[in-house]
Protein backbone atom coordinates (compact mmCIF):
# COMPACT_ATOMS: atom_id res chain seq x y z
CA UNK A 1 0.00 0.00 0.00
CA UNK A 2 1.58 3.27 -1.28
CA UNK A 3 1.85 6.20 1.18
CA UNK A 4 4.14 9.26 -0.07
CA UNK A 5 6.13 10.63 3.31
CA UNK A 6 4.85 13.05 5.48
CA UNK A 7 6.31 16.42 5.57
CA UNK A 8 7.28 17.51 9.01
CA UNK A 9 3.70 19.57 9.70
CA UNK A 10 5.11 22.88 11.26
CA UNK A 11 2.95 24.54 14.25
CA UNK A 12 0.11 26.26 13.44
CA UNK A 13 -0.13 29.45 12.84
CA UNK A 14 -2.38 32.48 12.82
CA UNK A 15 -3.91 33.03 9.29
CA UNK A 16 -2.11 34.86 6.61
CA UNK A 17 -2.87 37.08 3.99
CA UNK A 18 -0.73 36.56 0.34
CA UNK A 19 -1.00 39.51 -2.27
CA UNK A 20 -1.02 37.15 -5.71
CA UNK A 21 -1.24 38.69 -9.00
CA UNK A 22 -4.25 38.22 -10.91
CA UNK A 23 -5.93 37.03 -7.94
CA UNK A 24 -5.37 39.43 -5.34
CA UNK A 25 -5.55 38.40 -1.53
CA UNK A 26 -5.31 34.94 -0.85
CA UNK A 27 -5.91 33.75 3.44
CA UNK A 28 -4.34 31.08 4.54
CA UNK A 29 -5.10 28.95 7.35
CA UNK A 30 -2.45 26.63 8.81
CA UNK A 31 -3.87 23.85 11.19
CA UNK A 32 -2.18 20.85 12.53
CA UNK A 33 -4.22 18.50 10.41
CA UNK A 34 -5.08 20.22 7.57
CA UNK A 35 -4.81 23.82 5.11
CA UNK A 36 -7.41 25.95 4.50
CA UNK A 37 -6.87 28.05 0.96
CA UNK A 38 -9.33 31.33 0.07
CA UNK A 39 -8.93 33.07 -2.44
CA UNK A 40 -10.65 36.30 -1.66
CA UNK A 41 -12.74 34.80 0.61
CA UNK A 42 -14.77 33.62 -2.67
CA UNK A 43 -13.21 30.01 -3.75
CA UNK A 44 -12.14 27.79 -0.71
CA UNK A 45 -10.21 24.54 -0.61
CA UNK A 46 -8.71 22.27 1.77
CA UNK A 47 -6.63 19.81 2.11
CA UNK A 48 -5.02 16.84 4.95
CA UNK A 49 -1.75 16.52 6.54
CA UNK A 50 -1.10 14.05 3.48
CA UNK A 51 -2.01 16.53 0.83
CA UNK A 52 -5.18 15.05 -0.21
CA UNK A 53 -8.04 17.22 -1.25
CA UNK A 54 -10.65 17.59 1.11
CA UNK A 55 -13.31 19.93 0.58
CA UNK A 56 -13.90 23.08 -1.63
CA UNK A 57 -16.47 25.67 -2.53
CA UNK A 58 -16.16 26.88 -6.00
CA UNK A 59 -18.52 29.40 -7.76
CA UNK A 60 -21.30 28.96 -5.23
CA UNK A 61 -20.83 25.35 -5.16
CA UNK A 62 -19.84 23.23 -2.47
CA UNK A 63 -17.66 20.08 -2.94
CA UNK A 64 -16.57 17.03 0.18
CA UNK A 65 -13.65 14.22 -1.26
CA UNK A 66 -14.29 11.51 0.56
CA UNK A 67 -11.34 8.75 1.24
CA UNK A 68 -13.03 6.58 -1.73
CA UNK A 69 -12.27 9.25 -3.84
CA UNK A 70 -16.06 10.02 -4.21
CA UNK A 71 -16.72 13.72 -4.79
CA UNK A 72 -20.43 15.14 -3.21
CA UNK A 73 -21.79 18.15 -4.64
CA UNK A 74 -24.18 20.45 -2.80
CA UNK A 75 -25.40 23.60 -4.35
CA UNK A 76 -28.18 25.57 -3.08
CA UNK A 77 -29.95 27.32 -5.66
CA UNK A 78 -31.65 31.30 -5.34
CA UNK A 79 -34.74 29.85 -4.84
CA UNK A 80 -33.30 27.46 -1.65
CA UNK A 81 -33.87 24.48 -3.89
CA UNK A 82 -30.58 22.15 -2.90
CA UNK A 83 -29.05 19.37 -5.37
CA UNK A 84 -26.75 17.25 -4.34
CA UNK A 85 -25.33 14.33 -6.08
CA UNK A 86 -21.88 12.53 -6.80
CA UNK A 87 -19.78 13.96 -9.49
CA UNK A 88 -18.86 11.50 -12.32
CA UNK A 89 -15.30 10.41 -13.08
CA UNK A 90 -14.92 13.07 -15.64
CA UNK A 91 -16.29 16.17 -13.02
CA UNK A 92 -14.19 14.71 -10.65
CA UNK A 93 -10.79 14.94 -13.02
CA UNK A 94 -12.06 18.73 -13.76
CA UNK A 95 -12.21 19.90 -10.57
CA UNK A 96 -9.49 17.89 -9.03
CA UNK A 97 -7.32 19.69 -11.96
CA UNK A 98 -8.98 23.30 -11.53
CA UNK A 99 -7.85 23.16 -7.49
CA UNK A 100 -4.05 21.79 -8.35
CA UNK A 101 -3.86 24.20 -10.92
CA UNK A 102 -4.76 27.23 -8.39
CA UNK A 103 -2.29 25.72 -5.64
CA UNK A 104 0.55 25.37 -8.35
CA UNK A 105 0.08 28.75 -9.22
CA UNK A 106 -0.26 30.16 -5.30
CA UNK A 107 3.33 27.88 -5.25
CA UNK A 108 5.43 29.76 -7.80
CA UNK A 109 4.80 33.37 -5.26
CA UNK A 110 5.94 31.68 -2.23
CA UNK A 111 9.51 30.91 -1.31
CA UNK A 112 11.44 27.53 -0.38
CA UNK A 113 12.04 28.32 3.00
CA UNK A 114 8.86 29.89 3.73
CA UNK A 115 6.68 27.26 6.06
CA UNK A 116 3.54 26.78 3.97
CA UNK A 117 6.09 25.49 0.74
CA UNK A 118 6.39 22.16 2.53
CA UNK A 119 2.55 21.97 2.43
CA UNK A 120 2.14 23.14 -0.99
CA UNK A 121 4.72 20.57 -2.32
CA UNK A 122 2.81 17.98 -0.76
CA UNK A 123 -0.11 19.00 -2.21
CA UNK A 124 1.38 18.82 -5.79
CA UNK A 125 2.43 15.26 -5.22
CA UNK A 126 -1.20 13.97 -6.15
CA UNK A 127 -2.68 14.22 -9.53
CA UNK A 128 -6.05 12.86 -10.72
CA UNK A 129 -4.41 9.93 -11.12
CA UNK A 130 -2.96 9.09 -7.77
CA UNK A 131 -6.56 10.56 -5.76
CA UNK A 132 -8.34 7.62 -8.08
CA UNK A 133 -6.07 5.09 -6.57
CA UNK A 134 -7.48 5.90 -2.96
CA UNK A 135 -10.45 4.65 -4.74
CA UNK A 136 -8.40 1.02 -4.93
CA UNK A 137 -6.74 1.00 -1.76
CA UNK A 138 -10.18 1.86 0.20
CA UNK A 139 -11.61 -1.07 -0.98
CA UNK A 140 -9.09 -3.22 -0.26
CA UNK A 141 -9.37 -2.42 3.03
CA UNK A 142 -12.87 -1.87 3.73
CA UNK A 143 -16.24 -3.39 3.17
CA UNK A 144 -18.88 -0.55 1.62
CA UNK A 145 -19.32 2.09 4.61
CA UNK A 146 -22.96 2.29 4.32
CA UNK A 147 -23.60 5.20 6.46
CA UNK A 148 -22.79 7.31 9.50
CA UNK A 149 -24.22 9.09 12.44
CA UNK A 150 -23.61 12.69 11.21
CA UNK A 151 -21.19 13.50 13.91
CA UNK A 152 -19.38 10.89 13.09
CA UNK A 153 -18.96 11.45 9.69
CA UNK A 154 -15.20 12.70 10.93
CA UNK A 155 -14.38 9.73 12.48
CA UNK A 156 -11.86 6.77 11.91
CA UNK A 157 -14.35 3.76 10.65
CA UNK A 158 -13.11 0.13 11.32
CA UNK A 159 -15.20 -2.61 10.63
CA UNK A 160 -15.46 -5.63 13.32
CA UNK A 161 -18.53 -6.83 11.99
CA UNK A 162 -19.67 -6.43 7.89
CA UNK A 163 -23.21 -6.01 6.93
CA UNK A 164 -26.33 -6.16 9.49
CA UNK A 165 -27.37 -8.79 11.55
CA UNK A 166 -30.81 -7.83 11.18
CA UNK A 167 -31.04 -6.77 7.45
CA UNK A 168 -34.46 -7.52 7.16
CA UNK A 169 -35.78 -3.53 7.56
CA UNK A 170 -38.49 -2.42 4.83
CA UNK A 171 -37.10 0.47 4.66
CA UNK A 172 -33.23 0.39 4.32
CA UNK A 173 -31.30 -1.18 1.72
CA UNK A 174 -27.63 -0.27 2.79
CA UNK A 175 -26.43 -3.99 3.57
CA UNK A 176 -28.45 -5.99 1.17
CA UNK A 177 -25.42 -7.02 -0.70
CA UNK A 178 -24.02 -8.70 2.09
CA UNK A 179 -24.20 -10.89 4.38
CA UNK A 180 -22.99 -10.44 8.05
CA UNK A 181 -20.28 -11.40 9.06
CA UNK A 182 -17.77 -10.85 12.31
CA UNK A 183 -14.23 -10.44 12.07
CA UNK A 184 -11.79 -12.99 13.54
CA UNK A 185 -9.34 -11.03 16.18
CA UNK A 186 -6.33 -11.53 13.77
CA UNK A 187 -8.07 -10.47 10.88
CA UNK A 188 -9.78 -7.37 12.83
CA UNK A 189 -5.90 -6.47 13.88
CA UNK A 190 -4.85 -6.68 10.36
CA UNK A 191 -7.71 -4.68 9.24
CA UNK A 192 -7.24 -2.08 11.91
CA UNK A 193 -3.51 -1.79 10.99
CA UNK A 194 -4.42 -1.30 6.87
CA UNK A 195 -6.82 1.61 8.11
CA UNK A 196 -4.05 3.48 10.15
CA UNK A 197 -1.73 2.93 7.28
CA UNK A 198 -4.29 4.79 5.32
CA UNK A 199 -4.89 7.33 7.10
CA UNK A 200 -1.30 8.24 7.63
CA UNK A 201 -0.93 11.52 9.54
CA UNK A 202 -4.85 12.34 8.83
CA UNK A 203 -5.64 10.34 11.14
CA UNK A 204 -5.43 13.41 13.79
CA UNK A 205 -8.38 15.25 11.77
CA UNK A 206 -10.17 12.36 13.24
CA UNK A 207 -12.06 13.43 16.22
CA UNK A 208 -13.95 9.68 16.86
CA UNK A 209 -13.35 6.55 16.49
CA UNK A 210 -16.66 4.84 14.84
CA UNK A 211 -17.12 0.96 15.39
CA UNK A 212 -18.80 -0.48 12.19
CA UNK A 213 -21.03 -1.85 10.76
CA UNK A 214 -24.59 -1.80 11.02
CA UNK A 215 -24.87 -3.91 13.99
CA UNK A 216 -21.27 -4.12 15.67
CA UNK A 217 -21.80 -3.88 18.97
CA UNK A 218 -24.33 -7.05 19.14
CA UNK A 219 -20.57 -9.28 19.07
CA UNK A 220 -20.56 -11.14 21.53
CA UNK A 221 -19.18 -9.53 24.78
CA UNK A 222 -15.84 -11.04 25.60
CA UNK A 223 -14.74 -11.04 21.54
CA UNK A 224 -15.89 -7.47 22.04
CA UNK A 225 -13.95 -6.28 24.97
CA UNK A 226 -10.59 -8.37 22.63
CA UNK A 227 -11.33 -6.15 19.90
CA UNK A 228 -11.64 -2.70 22.37
CA UNK A 229 -8.36 -3.80 23.80
CA UNK A 230 -6.97 -4.10 20.22
CA UNK A 231 -8.31 -0.14 19.45
CA UNK A 232 -7.06 0.65 22.65
CA UNK A 233 -3.06 -0.83 21.35
CA UNK A 234 -3.31 0.83 18.05
CA UNK A 235 -4.68 4.40 18.63
CA UNK A 236 -4.84 6.75 21.46
CA UNK A 237 -8.38 7.04 22.89
CA UNK A 238 -9.35 9.30 25.46
CA UNK A 239 -5.53 10.19 26.14
CA UNK A 240 -2.30 10.65 24.95
CA UNK A 241 -0.12 7.75 23.62
CA UNK A 242 3.85 7.99 22.81
CA UNK A 243 4.07 7.79 19.04
CA UNK A 244 0.47 9.86 18.20
CA UNK A 245 0.43 13.49 18.22
CA UNK A 246 -3.54 13.51 18.23
CA UNK A 247 -6.16 11.41 20.89
CA UNK A 248 -9.42 10.49 19.58
CA UNK A 249 -12.36 11.52 21.98
CA UNK A 250 -13.77 8.05 22.54
CA UNK A 251 -15.83 4.73 20.23
CA UNK A 252 -18.97 4.83 19.35
CA UNK A 253 -21.41 2.62 17.37
CA UNK A 254 -24.90 1.36 16.02
CA UNK A 255 -26.96 -1.03 17.88
CA UNK A 256 -30.26 -2.28 16.82
CA UNK A 257 -33.05 -3.10 19.27
CA UNK A 258 -33.18 -6.62 20.02
CA UNK A 259 -29.24 -6.34 20.15
CA UNK A 260 -29.30 -3.50 23.05
CA UNK A 261 -31.55 -6.16 25.09
CA UNK A 262 -29.25 -8.85 25.35
CA UNK A 263 -26.39 -6.96 26.72
CA UNK A 264 -26.84 -6.29 30.48
CA UNK A 265 -25.99 -3.18 32.37
CA UNK A 266 -22.86 -5.05 33.69
CA UNK A 267 -21.78 -5.47 29.94
CA UNK A 268 -22.83 -1.87 29.31
CA UNK A 269 -20.85 -0.63 32.27
CA UNK A 270 -17.40 -2.83 31.05
CA UNK A 271 -18.21 -1.19 27.46
CA UNK A 272 -18.06 2.23 28.54
CA UNK A 273 -14.62 1.54 30.97
CA UNK A 274 -13.28 0.58 27.27
CA UNK A 275 -14.12 4.10 26.07
CA UNK A 276 -17.55 3.60 24.26
CA UNK A 277 -18.91 7.08 24.77
CA UNK A 278 -22.80 6.79 22.84
CA UNK A 279 -24.48 4.14 21.12
CA UNK A 280 -26.89 5.06 18.37
CA UNK A 281 -30.59 2.69 17.98
CA UNK A 282 -32.67 3.10 14.86
CA UNK A 283 -36.12 3.98 16.55
CA UNK A 284 -37.35 5.16 13.56
CA UNK A 285 -40.84 5.21 14.93
CA UNK A 286 -42.52 5.03 18.20
CA UNK A 287 -46.09 3.87 16.71
CA UNK A 288 -46.53 0.11 16.84
CA UNK A 289 -48.28 -0.43 13.66
CA UNK A 290 -45.53 1.95 11.51
CA UNK A 291 -43.05 -0.16 13.58
CA UNK A 292 -44.50 -3.62 12.23
CA UNK A 293 -44.90 -2.08 8.57
CA UNK A 294 -40.94 -1.30 8.85
CA UNK A 295 -40.63 -4.68 9.83
CA UNK A 296 -38.05 -3.60 12.50
CA UNK A 297 -36.89 -5.82 14.91
CA UNK A 298 -38.07 -5.83 18.78
CA UNK A 299 -40.57 -2.88 19.99
CA UNK A 300 -40.86 1.07 20.76
CA UNK A 301 -41.16 -0.35 24.20
CA UNK A 302 -37.88 -2.54 24.30
CA UNK A 303 -36.38 0.31 22.90
CA UNK A 304 -37.10 2.31 25.68
CA UNK A 305 -35.98 -0.04 28.37
CA UNK A 306 -32.90 -0.22 25.75
CA UNK A 307 -31.92 2.90 25.94
CA UNK A 308 -32.78 3.35 29.92
CA UNK A 309 -30.08 0.52 30.54
CA UNK A 310 -27.58 2.11 28.66
CA UNK A 311 -27.61 5.49 30.05
CA UNK A 312 -27.64 3.94 33.80
CA UNK A 313 -24.32 2.26 32.60
CA UNK A 314 -23.04 6.06 31.76
CA UNK A 315 -23.46 5.85 28.20
CA UNK A 316 -24.86 8.43 25.82
CA UNK A 317 -27.26 7.77 22.97
CA UNK A 318 -27.98 8.71 19.17
CA UNK A 319 -31.74 7.84 18.81
CA UNK A 320 -32.97 8.31 15.03
CA UNK A 321 -36.51 8.64 13.65
CA UNK A 322 -37.70 8.46 9.77
CA UNK A 323 -40.05 11.66 9.32
CA UNK A 324 -42.39 10.38 7.12
CA UNK A 325 -42.80 6.43 7.83
CA UNK A 326 -46.17 5.25 7.84
CA UNK A 327 -47.30 7.78 5.10
CA UNK A 328 -50.56 9.89 5.00
CA UNK A 329 -52.42 7.16 6.91
CA UNK A 330 -50.61 6.70 9.98
CA UNK A 331 -48.09 10.60 9.97
CA UNK A 332 -50.20 11.76 13.05
CA UNK A 333 -50.09 8.32 15.18
CA UNK A 334 -46.02 8.76 14.30
CA UNK A 335 -45.11 11.83 15.36
CA UNK A 336 -47.52 11.39 18.57
CA UNK A 337 -46.11 8.53 19.53
CA UNK A 338 -42.47 8.80 18.71
CA UNK A 339 -42.50 11.70 20.86
CA UNK A 340 -44.24 10.19 23.68
CA UNK A 341 -41.74 7.39 23.36
CA UNK A 342 -38.36 9.31 23.42
CA UNK A 343 -39.80 11.05 26.36
CA UNK A 344 -40.12 8.16 28.00
CA UNK A 345 -36.57 7.41 27.70
CA UNK A 346 -35.13 10.76 29.61
CA UNK A 347 -32.90 11.66 27.34
CA UNK A 348 -30.45 14.39 28.61
CA UNK A 349 -27.07 16.31 28.02
CA UNK A 350 -24.82 13.98 25.65
CA UNK A 351 -27.54 12.51 23.98
CA UNK A 352 -28.93 13.45 20.53
CA UNK A 353 -31.82 12.53 18.70
CA UNK A 354 -31.77 12.64 14.88
CA UNK A 355 -34.64 12.99 12.49
CA UNK A 356 -34.13 11.48 9.34
CA UNK A 357 -36.36 12.32 5.95
CA UNK A 358 -37.47 9.04 4.39
CA UNK A 359 -36.17 8.39 1.01
CA UNK A 360 -37.33 5.21 -1.12
CA UNK A 361 -37.28 4.54 -4.52
CA UNK A 362 -40.59 2.98 -5.99
CA UNK A 363 -38.72 -0.78 -6.26
CA UNK A 364 -38.12 -1.09 -2.65
CA UNK A 365 -39.77 -2.93 -0.01
CA UNK A 366 -41.21 -0.35 1.65
CA UNK A 367 -42.97 1.12 -1.05
CA UNK A 368 -44.25 -2.48 -2.00
CA UNK A 369 -45.33 -2.92 1.85
CA UNK A 370 -47.12 1.08 1.77
CA UNK A 371 -48.62 -0.36 -1.45
CA UNK A 372 -50.06 -3.44 -0.76
CA UNK A 373 -51.87 -1.73 2.59
CA UNK A 374 -52.89 0.90 0.73
CA UNK A 375 -50.78 3.50 2.31
CA UNK A 376 -50.17 6.78 0.61
CA UNK A 377 -46.85 8.41 1.00
CA UNK A 378 -46.00 11.52 1.43
CA UNK A 379 -44.97 14.59 -0.50
CA UNK A 380 -41.29 15.54 -0.03
CA UNK A 381 -41.95 18.91 1.44
CA UNK A 382 -45.18 17.12 3.78
CA UNK A 383 -41.81 14.88 4.72
CA UNK A 384 -40.18 18.03 5.62
CA UNK A 385 -42.49 20.03 7.26
CA UNK A 386 -42.81 16.48 9.45
CA UNK A 387 -39.00 16.61 9.81
CA UNK A 388 -39.95 19.93 11.61
CA UNK A 389 -42.66 18.88 13.87
CA UNK A 390 -40.09 15.96 14.99
CA UNK A 391 -37.61 18.50 15.70
CA UNK A 392 -39.54 21.13 17.50
CA UNK A 393 -41.49 18.48 19.79
CA UNK A 394 -37.90 16.94 20.73
CA UNK A 395 -37.02 21.08 21.40
CA UNK A 396 -39.69 21.96 23.23
CA UNK A 397 -39.91 19.04 25.41
CA UNK A 398 -35.94 18.69 25.67
CA UNK A 399 -35.04 21.22 28.53
CA UNK A 400 -31.53 21.61 28.37
CA UNK A 401 -31.31 17.74 27.30
CA UNK A 402 -30.72 16.05 24.10
CA UNK A 403 -29.48 17.95 21.09
CA UNK A 404 -31.94 17.63 17.71
CA UNK A 405 -30.91 17.50 14.32
CA UNK A 406 -31.49 16.42 10.90
CA UNK A 407 -29.76 13.31 9.65
CA UNK A 408 -30.01 13.84 5.66
CA UNK A 409 -28.34 10.24 4.50
CA UNK A 410 -28.23 11.41 0.69
CA UNK A 411 -25.46 14.04 2.05
CA UNK A 412 -23.09 11.41 3.61
CA UNK A 413 -20.10 10.57 1.90
CA UNK A 414 -17.18 9.12 4.16
Not at 66 to 93: P, Y
Not at 156 to 185: H, M, P
Not at 306 to 330: D, E, F, W
Request: aromatic share 10%.
Amino acid sequence: MHRAATFQRPVPNPPRTLSIPAIGDVYVNTQKFFLMISEELRCNYSFDTEGRFMTGFLDGVNYRRGLKNDILMKHVAANTSKTRRMLSAAEKQRLVDDVLARVRYLRDFVASEDQLSPWLDAILSWNTHRLQGEHDTFHAIYRPISILPPDQYLSVVVQAAEGCSWNKCTFCTFYRDRKFRIKSLHSFREHVQQVKHFLGSAAGLRKSLFLADANALIIPQKRLIDMLRVLHEEFPIGQSKPGFDYVLKGIYSFLDIVGAEKKTLADYQELREYGLKRIYIGLETGDNTVFRLLNKPGSPAECVEAVRTIKAAGINVGVILLAGAGGRQYAQAHVQQSLRTLKAMDLGVGDIVYVSPLVTIPTDEYTRTMDTHSVAALHASEVMAQVDVLKGGVTRARYGGPKVALYHIEEFIY
